[in-house]
């Protein structure tokens, strides 16, 4: 099934919903404007339909290989990357002192959810470069930025993430793998990493990995972790590749989806590495690249379900049974039999709900950088850091939910091979868990991100939400009204609830046992809140003769579809909140067991 990149969906998010004309409105990107964003974003559309899709089920069928030590991508990928490279995709939000071209993080992000709906294993990639330029512009030094990083946002060589360990892998706290000083200023590596996305392949002359480490004299724990960069070749002061750096592929992971991406296993034996930033500060460096890839999953779980939608859709317009109850047609297209269409429709309004999250969190970033008031700033950062965990967690379910219903919509076929749609469900299955998974999302949410400001950040969306609500009787009646509203008054009581319960340490189970109840809430208000919008702008573009009146017309009504199937189902969310770890305690173990 061919691949059509939803460049005004896209479009219409960004502007309409998410408000990146407020980034242009700070001046910090000089070169951006409305036909920059049209023009990105059809380039996007070009090269990810043209190039990435067609590579898209080879991929999956052949993978990348492993022999004798070194990772091959899989067949056209490397030549892809290097068109990819050649575009200047790598540096799209990148410094222009780096060479980037310095445009909105937020337009980068819909560029690449494309990318990533084309071809979610060749995505991953460059994904993790981006994370990598992010890191060193923050905590890199003048040589480092020189030598790395203007390579990184060419896209002349690729980053690599390298912090699991076997018996390390959400707590970080309990990695052994170290870096002992060598006297020269470099560090020499030793230990196993696993997990390692890209950590090995032969689409780029070098491969630049970012590995967390402890120093010999490291205080146990997260607190004596430090940030190193360590390359697959060495590089000379004359910025030349030397030799093959001490550090090597031992195996890549046979897994249930992205078979394209090199899932590898890496051994360090006295590999030559460069500090990053401070002695045991690595964790905090890394959280810079941490939050970059979560907020770029998302993106992912956003562009697997547009893709799965896509694939189902085409199948209900095609595959023919039964009668329409609509039209009467004898063996009608199955998109016209009800399930099957509102299937369908809650399938394409939690998509554009997860993807005016993830972009909407784009263009806090680049507030919270750019916004000419310290406060302004201190706002945006709030809604920023709170977003990120929705934007990663919310997305990502969204867009296991969705490639599963397109299975479903598929039928006995879904569950075939040949017809594609069991791809993209076993592809989308990773993201939930990669990148801190959902739960440690939900943890992050109710613990650092709604305490960090008194809960202020929590507040200040609620507000915000409220402002839609009353501008919404100026489209809607009853009980699409009525749920927002109920929604919006779920998410605020459950907010005061946990900021309550946070304040007596006695409560801390509570807290925990009500983490991802309370994060799925506020994700699926957050999402009827960017509909909203969406139907507002659409409602204001109709009243003044503007744009194409059927399409507008379907983003009034996308959000009644969702707030009929989404938001009248809040409280149950709700209720979850609430329960209480007493009740998970009296699940013991000999109870499930039992």
């Known amino acids: 099934m061919t691949y059509r990149a939803p460049v005004r969906d896209l479009a219409f998010a960004l502007q309409a919903v998410a408000g990146i004309d407020q980034v242009a409105a700070t001046g910090a990107f000089a070169d951006y404007d409305t036909d920059v964003l049209g023009a990105v974003l059809e380039a996007a559309a070009q090269f990810s339909e043209g190039v990435l899709?067609?590579?898209?089920?080879?991929?999956?069928?052949?993978?990348?290989?492993?022999?004798?030590?070194?990772?091959?991508?899989?067949?056209?990928?490397?030549?892809?990357?290097?068109?990819?490279?050649?575009?200047?995709?790598?540096?799209?939000?990148?410094?222009?002192?780096?060479?980037?071209?310095?445009?909105?993080?937020?337009?980068?992000?819909?560029?690449?959810?494309?990318?990533?709906?084309?071809?979610?294993?060749?995505?991953?990639?460059?994904?993790?470069?981006?994370?990598a330029i992010e890191a060193l512009e923050a905590h890199g030094t003048p040589s480092q930025k020189e030598t790395y990083l203007t390579k990184l946002v060419?896209?002349?060589?690729?980053?690599?993430?390298?912090?699991?360990?076997?018996?390390?892998?959400?707590?970080?706290?309990?990695?052994?793998?170290?870096?002992?000083?060598?006297?020269?200023?470099?560090?020499?590596?030793?230990?196993?990493?696993?997990?390692?996305?890209?950590?090995?392949h032969d689409a780029t002359d070098n491969i630049v990995h970012m590995v967390l480490a402890r120093l010999p004299d490291a205080p146990p724990g997260p607190k004596g972790i430090s940030l190193f960069l360590a390359s697959k070749y060495l590089v000379g002061p004359d910025g030349a590749l030397g030799e093959r750096n001490a550090?090597?592929?031992?195996?890549?992971?046979?897994?249930?989806?992205?078979?394209?991406?090199?899932?590898?296993?890496?051994?360090?034996?006295?590999?030559?590495?460069?500090?990053?930033?401070?002695?045991?500060?690595?964790?905090?460096?890394?959280?810079?690249?941490?939050?970059?890839?979560?907020?770029?999953?998302?993106?992912?779980?956003?562009?697997?379900?547009?893709?799965?939608?896509?694939?189902?859709?085409?199948?209900?317009?095609?595959?023919?049974?039964?009668?329409?109850?609509?039209?009467?047609?004898?063996n009608a297209p199955i998109v016209d039999h009800p399930d099957v269409r509102r299937t369908l429709a809650v399938m394409k309004a939690k998509i554009a709900a997860a993807r005016a999250i993830c972009l909407s969190t784009g263009v806090a970033a680049d507030l919270a950088k750019h916004s000419a008031e310290p406060d302004d700033r201190r706002r945006w950062k709030g809604r920023e850091d709170l977003f990120?965990?929705?934007?990663?967690?919310?997305?990502?379910?969204?867009?296991?939910?969705?490639?599963?219903?397109?299975?479903?919509?598929?039928?006995?076929?879904g569950f075939i091979e040949e017809t594609g749609a069991a791809q993209h469900y076993r592809d989308a299955r990773i993201a939930p868990i990669y990148e801190g998974t959902n739960g440690i999302q939900a943890m992050d949410l109710v613990g650092r991100k709604l305490s960090?400001?008194?809960?202020?950040?929590?507040?200040?969306?609620?507000?915000?939400?409220?402002?839609?609500?009353?501008?919404?009787?100026?489209?809607?009646?009853?009980?699409?009204?009525?749920?927002?509203?109920?929604?919006?008054?779920?998410?605020?009581?459950?907010?005061?609830?946990?900021?309550?319960?946070?304040?007596?340490?006695?409560?801390g189970a509570d807290v925990?046992?009500?983490?991802?109840?309370?994060?799925?809430?506020?994700?699926?208000?957050?999402?009827?809140?960017?509909?909203?919008?969406g139907a507002l702008y659409a409602r204001d573009q109709l009243d003044g003769g503007q744009g194409d009146a059927t399409w507008l017309e379907g983003k009034i009504t996308l959000y009644e579809v969702y707030a009929a199937n989404v938001l009248g189902h809040v409280?149950?969310?709700?209720?979850?909140?609430?329960?209480?770890?007493?009740?998970?305690?009296?699940?013991?173990?000999?109870?499930?067991?039992g």
Request: with cysteine; hydrophobic share 45%; glycine share 12%.
């Open 247 to 330: 550090f090597r592929p031992v195996g890549v992971e046979h897994k249930l989806g992205i078979h394209a991406s090199p899932t590898c296993v890496m051994a360090y034996e006295g590999a030559t590495a460069e500090l990053v930033g401070q002695p045991n500060q690595g964790l905090a460096h890394m959280f810079v690249m941490m939050n970059a890839a979560r907020l770029a999953v998302g993106v992912e779980g956003v562009g697997i379900a547009e893709r799965a939608y896509q694939h189902a859709l085409a199948y209900a317009l095609d595959r023919r049974q039964g009668r329409s109850v609509w039209t009467g047609e004898a």
């Open 512 to 533: 925990l046992a009500a983490a991802d109840a309370y994060l799925k809430l506020v994700g699926d208000v957050a999402g009827g809140w960017m509909l909203a919008k």
């Open 53 to 131: 899709a067609p590579l898209n089920r080879i991929g999956d069928q052949k993978g990348s290989t492993f022999r004798d030590g070194d990772v091959t991508a899989a067949p056209g990928f490397a030549d892809a990357y290097r068109q990819f490279a050649a575009g200047g995709w790598t540096g799209l939000s990148a410094p222009a002192s780096a060479g980037g071209q310095q445009l909105p993080k937020a337009l980068e992000l819909a560029a690449y959810e494309t990318v990533h709906a084309a071809n979610m294993a060749f995505g991953l990639c460059p994904m993790l470069s981006l994370a």
């Open 154 to 200: 060419s896209g002349e060589w690729t980053g690599a993430m390298v912090l699991t360990e076997p018996q390390a892998g959400s707590d970080l706290g309990a990695l052994t793998a170290t870096a002992t000083p060598t006297g020269d200023g470099t560090y020499a590596l030793n230990g196993q990493k696993i997990y390692i996305t890209w950590g090995d």
């Open 452 to 507: 960090q400001d008194g809960g202020q950040a929590a507040r200040d969306l609620i507000a915000d939400m409220k402002v839609t609500l009353a501008q919404l009787p100026m489209i809607y009646s009853g009980k699409p009204l009525e749920r927002f509203a109920a929604a919006v008054e779920a998410v605020e009581d459950a907010t005061l609830w946990l900021i309550d319960a946070k304040s007596d340490p006695a409560r």
């Open 571 to 593: 409280t149950s969310r709700l209720a979850a909140v609430g329960q209480g770890g007493a009740l998970l305690e009296r699940m013991s173990v000999d109870v499930l067991a």
């Open 388 to 413: 990120t965990p929705i934007a990663k967690a919310w997305s990502t379910d969204v867009g296991v939910e969705v490639a599963s219903l397109g299975v479903q919509i598929h039928g006995g076929m």
